[in-house]
């Protein structure tokens, strides 16, 4: 874990062959860290749409600790794990990511000499999923879909998520895991269980360390 966290020296899968977690949470984890890196629900071509895309909405750094958001969205549409309810306006979940990443990439095509998406730089990828943020994305290319609604309830909602459901992104925010079996007493403000990280202040950091260090 990178020395600029804001809780240096913790990592939560140390957690996993202690009180903390018990059988059960590790078969959950060890799913999340296995996920296959290859489009099962997805095409190729929606697949490179979709990864081009999760990396702006949540850039990361190095290869080696990066979430594998595009595996983790092609496993959840594969799964079929949509949110128990469908808007009136908005198309059932898998359906719209289809047509979302379509349009998407037929956009940046349409704008960038025939380009897809993936292959268009940073800078204009950016800028293409502002004009979207924003409603100015509309027309043939969408087949119905509100392009806004679409950034907004599904790229919005389902990319974050799945970023801070994946245990890589838990020692980035102190978070001790699902609480079974030990559970979480302290439930107040400012106050946090022996076995929770200890976030760092400014000019304490070593202090933080040794005790995110020990922390099981």
């Not at 549409?77 to 898998?94: S, V």
């Not at 990319?159 to 699902?178: C, D, Q, R, T």
Request: aromatic content about 8%; proline content about 5%.
């Amino acid at each position: 874990m990178s020395d600029r966290s804001r809780y240096p020296g913790y990592d939560v899968l140390a957690k996993r062959g202690t009180p903390s977690w018990d059988e059960p949470t590790r078969r959950a984890i060890d799913k999340r860290l296995h996920v296959l890196s290859a489009a099962r629900f997805l095409t190729a071509a929606e697949w490179a749409v979709a990864d081009a895309l999760c990396r702006r909405i949540l850039p990361q750094g190095e290869a080696g600790e990066t979430v594998p958001l595009a595996a983790l969205l092609d496993a959840k549409l594969l799964a079929d794990h949509g949110d128990g309810f469908r808007e009136a306006d908005m198309p059932y979940m898998r359906e719209a990511w289809r047509a979302g990443l379509a349009a998407l990439d037929a956009e940046a095509k349409a704008r960038h000499d025939g380009r897809s998406f993936a292959a268009i730089s940073c800078d204009d990828q950016d800028s293409l999923l502002a004009t979207m943020q924003k409603g100015l994305l509309s027309g043939a290319h969408w087949c119905g879909l509100d392009a806004q609604k679409f950034f907004e309830r599904r790229v919005l909602v389902d990319v974050p998520a799945l970023y801070y459901g994946h245990p890589k992104a838990w020692s980035e925010i102190g978070f001790g895991g699902p609480a079974s079996p030990r559970g979480y007493v302290r439930l107040e403000g400012d106050r946090r269980d022996p076995w929770e990280a200890t976030e760092a202040v400014s000019g304490h950091e070593d202090a933080a360390r040794q005790l995110n260090q020990r922390v099981v």
